[in-house]
């Protein structure tokens, strides 16, 4: 980088240069002063000692072997008190370019002139771009030999501190990674790593020492002697570990070989979720960036470098990213950026003095929504429940009002420490060989008929459309529980078929008894009366025209495919009560369903409550997440008068609703159950449930919804309430 450069003596002019050999001592030591601060390095190394100045070594070849030969005999030159030229140069250009230095300024110069001897002592005031003014004092000494003037070098004219050998570096300062929290518990970490060293120094018997390393670390011999070969100041890192993976006796034999020494934390950190499989498929973890190829790799890595400043550090190929999750979506918010330090190293690598500090900026710390008493109990209760591998679900317990999220569950999860820590082949091929496929976000990314569940939106859109009323019945024939719709015109599917109910403690078929028994006909015919003009739009304005938003990305829903262009009858039919082509994810469910406990808004569910930056013993507040509906007055206040003790009549065991297996007492609930088909497997099913407290205060706010794949006919079919149950409770978490 091009740089102004300026000089300020507080002496007259100089004379013209008449060359070093025909100046006084006085005129060398300001002539070499000029010619420093206007970087003129050839001019001025010139001028020194000829006991200063050395040769440069060739290298033998180009090979890059030789070349470190060649520079590595220079630099022990310089320590025993000598320098090249090319070194002299680069020693400055390398200090000033680091520093950032525009200008140099020689001030408040005091010459003591003498027939050998001339010494000069002055203020240098280097401008930083980084550190502003850096004033040192400085002490330089001319000598009369051989007949002319000459300059006395040593490396203390850069900067006071200086010696032989020194160096000026920069060294990054690695920011630490935010943590994930909830309710002050620590889900996921950044912890130091053991690291088991070597110092060479002290090995006696290197082959006896490689040999006793390599059975106890678990290393070939020659692993162990690659480490030794890269040692640096003394020091060689041989494996490190996570804290809970060396033994205390393993420990104990390794630091009884002479020249070992086990370092907790300070050369290695790595990322640790000390809850395991808890919100596994939420949290995400953290690995080595990867692609399919190491191009693609490099492609990854430029990508994710894209408007970041190097000094806030870099992404690499080995860089420590997040992968999935939370730790992958708010990556640059956790990452924070590094800082990094200039100063004077010694030959032996210690730091003799710092010159400036750009100070870390750590990443923030995200604290979740969630009730971590809950969160436990929810994995209890599913671990109990869910017990072998045909069966798999999710859960979203949030808070209907605010949309804040209190406890989700992907079933079945897995292990977060496994992937952090780098997985085995084998475990992988565990994990991706069960046939509930553990590694599957169903919160966010399954997408499932919502069954019986959507009809309270159905029952809401005829409402909200005007197409019948609260003292609509039906009158169609129904036989054996079957009813071809034939009042729309030819029909070209089959028979609608309803749920078979023993009791029906309300005996007409209206729009009460619809939602209490869960009627397919009732809202087949429904969804028909309205057509796809009334319907499809009252669908997507309650939200099944995109995702939700939220923390993480979710998978779109879908009213029917878009390639589809046969909207018939049959469809809409099916449609009506949540079957057909309708697909959503657990979340969205859960959100959409809020609306019939938010007057008729739905709120946008959120995960994040805030951003923290530690700060000492306190944590500063860096935003804090406001609630937000996403989608207002889906459902009218006429419609939520109408259904909403419809809801609550679904779970009362007086009338034998498909909701009578809840038996929650200690609170009045409203909700919803629902049964879908996978595809054509009729061995299994989608088993739903959506619930809330009603009439509480708002810190008792509560919406539960299940989602369960479980067999058709076993033992899993009040699962749903079982878990509902728990989680709805007044006394529950």
């Known amino acids: 980088m091009k740089r102004a450069l300026c000089i300020f003596l507080c002496l007259a002019l100089l004379l013209p240069a008449l060359g070093c050999s025909a100046l006084s001592g006085r005129e060398l030591c300001l002539e070499f002063l000029t010619a420093i601060s206007q970087g003129e390095y050839d001019l001025a190394y010139d001028m020194l000692d000829p006991a200063v100045q050395a040769e440069p070594i060739p290298a033998d070849s180009e090979n890059e072997v030789d070349i470190a030969a060649a520079k590595q005999a220079e630099a022990e030159k310089e320590a025993n008190g000598r320098i090249t030229r090319e070194r002299f140069k680069q020693k400055y250009t390398a200090v000033f370019e680091v520093l950032g230095i525009t200008a140099v300024a020689y001030e408040n110069v005091e010459i003591d002139e003498g027939d050998i001897f001339t010494t000069a002592t002055f203020t240098g ?93 678990g290393m070939t011999e020659s692993a162990v002697q690659k480490r030794l070969d890269k040692a640096y100041n003394d020091l060689a890192v041989l494996k490190q570990f996570y804290m809970d993976e060396l033994t205390a006796t393993v420990r104990e034999q390794l630091l009884s070989i002479e020249g070992v020494g086990i370092d907790e934390g300070n050369y290695a950190e790595a990322r640790q979720y000390p809850y395991g499989d808890m919100l596994a498929h939420i949290l995400g973890y953290v690995g080595m960036v990867s692609a399919e190829t190491a191009d693609k790799t490099e492609a990854l890595v430029d990508e994710m470098n894209q408007g970041r400043n190097p000094d806030d550090g870099l992404y690499a190929t080995d860089s420590q990213v997040g992968k999935l999750g939370l730790e992958k979506q708010y990556e640059e918010v956790l990452r924070g950026k590094d800082g990094y330090c200039v100063f004077i190293q010694t030959g032996e690598g210690l730091n003799r003095r710092t010159l ?107 409402l909200d459309t005007g197409t019948i009323d609260e003292t609509y019945e039906f009158k169609g024939e129904i036989e054996d529980d079957y009813w071809l719709p034939t009042e729309f015109g030819p029909w070209m599917g089959s028979k609608i078929k309803r749920a078979q109910v023993r009791h029906r403690y309300l005996p007409t078929l209206n729009l009460r008894s619809a939602i209490v028994y869960s009627d397919n006909i009732f809202f087949a015919n429904a969804a028909l009366l309205m057509g796809w003009d009334k319907f499809a739009p009252y669908m997507e304005k309650v939200g099944l025209n995109s995702a939700v938003p939220f923390d993480l990305n979710v998978a779109n829903p879908q009213l029917h495919n878009e390639s589809d262009t046969d909207l018939s009858q049959m469809l809409l039919a099916e449609s009506g009560y949540g079957q057909g082509q309708v697909l959503i994810t657990p979340l969205q469910m859960a959100a959409m369903f809020c609306a019939f406990a938010n007057e008729g808004d739905v709120p946008t569910p959120y995960l994040i409550e805030g951003l923290y930056k530690e700060n000492g013993i306190k944590y500063d507040t860096v935003s804090l997440t406001v609630p937000k509906t996403w989608r207002e007055d889906v459902v009218s206040a006429h419609a939520l008068d109408i259904i909403l003790p419809y809801l609550k009549d679904v779970v009362q065991r007086d009338l034998n609703g498909t909701g009578r297996g809840l038996r929650v007492t200690s609170v009045q609930v409203a909700a919803k159950t629902g049964t879908a088909e996978i595809g054509n497997d009729k061995s299994r099913e989608i088993a739903w449930f959506a619930g809330f407290r009603c009439d509480v205060e708002p810190e008792q706010e509560r919406l539960v919804l299940v989602m369960l794949e479980v067999p058709t006919n076993g033992p899993y079919s009040d699962t749903k309430f079982t878990i509902a149950r728990d989680l709805l409770r007044m006394d529950a978490p």
């Open 125 to 217: 005031v280097y401008t930083s771009e980084l550190a502003g003014d850096m004033e040192e004092r400085f002490k330089l000494v001319a000598v009369r030999s051989g007949g002319r003037w000459v300059i006395e070098w040593e490396p203390g004219l850069i900067f006071p501190d200086m010696e032989w050998g020194d160096t000026v570096r920069k060294a990054a300062i690695r920011a630490q990674r935010g943590e994930i929290v909830a309710d002050g518990q620590l889900l996921a970490a950044t912890v130091g790593k053991l690291s088991v060293y070597a110092v060479p120094s002290r090995i006696k018997d290197v082959p006896l020492f490689v040999s006793q390393a390599a059975i106890l670390l």
């Open 356 to 462: 400036y500090t750009k100070p870390v900026e750590d990443g923030y710390d995200l604290c979740l929504t969630i009730n971590m008493a809950l969160q436990e109990r929810l994995d209890f209760i599913l671990e109990c429940e869910l017990m072998d591998e045909e069966t798999a679900g999710a859960v979203v317990v949030m808070d209907p009002k605010t949309g804040a999220i209190q406890a989700m569950a992907s079933w079945p999860s897995y292990d977060l420490n496994l992937f952090a820590r780098g997985i085995s082949s084998t475990a992988y091929a565990k994990l991706t060989g069960q046939k509930n496929t553990p590694l599957y976000n169903r919160l966010t990314q399954g997408l499932y008929p919502p069954g019986s569940v959507l009809k309270a939106f159905t029952a809401a859109a005829t």
